[in-house]
């Protein structure tokens, strides 16, 4: 590889990277806008393994503002992300897969916060599959698949 290549593909890491940080900021914040225009404009959700839906990406943003009214609350933890870029002869391709752990604690509307309470009501977990491409914005997401694990639901 020569150093251009090794440049563009760390940048090309970076910006995928900024993605995936964007959209559980996105999810986290409730910024649906900001949720659709991380997708490509054939991208796709797949919140199935999570009891959701799967579908075009502004109808899992639509579906998502309306389910996430219950948890005002919520915070992801998007970790051990492994990125795999497509190999177009020794230089980055314009396809990546990311597949990236996470934790999802979020809080139930309705409780009482006081300062003193610290535990989430309801913790998800599990892998998230992100398929990506180049587009002439940059890196969009063409797909999400979340991979749930294991959730615990608390008083």
């Known amino acids: 590889m020569t150093q251009r290549v090794d440049l563009a593909t760390v940048m090309d890491r970076l910006a ?6 964007g959209y559980a900021v996105a999810v ?3 910024d ?3 949720y659709r225009a991380l997708f490509a404009p054939a991208g796709r959700a797949d919140y199935s393994s999570a009891g959701g839906i799967e579908g075009p990406a502004g109808e899992v943003a639509d579906w998502l503002a309306e389910t ?4 005002p609350v919520r915070q992801h933890l998007i ?4 990125i795999r870029l497509e190999d ?4 980055p391709g314009d396809s990546a897969e990311v597949r990236a752990d996470f934790l999802n604690p979020m809080r139930l509307d309705g409780d009482e916060f006081d300062g003193s309470v610290t535990a989430p009501n309801f913790v998800a977990a599990g892998r998230y599959t992100f398929a990506l491409a180049r587009t002439h914005d ?3 997401l063409t797909r999400v698949t ?3 694990k294991w959730r615990h639901i608390s008083a």
């Open 138 to 140: 940059g890196w969009r």
């Open 32 to 34: 649906w806008e900001g």
């Open 68 to 71: 996430m009214k219950l948890f």
């Open 146 to 148: 979340v991979h749930e």
């Open 28 to 30: 986290d914040d409730g």
């Open 16 to 21: 995928i990277d900024e993605v995936v940080s």
């Open 79 to 82: 970790v051990n992300r492994l």
């Open 88 to 91: 177009a002869g020794g230089s």
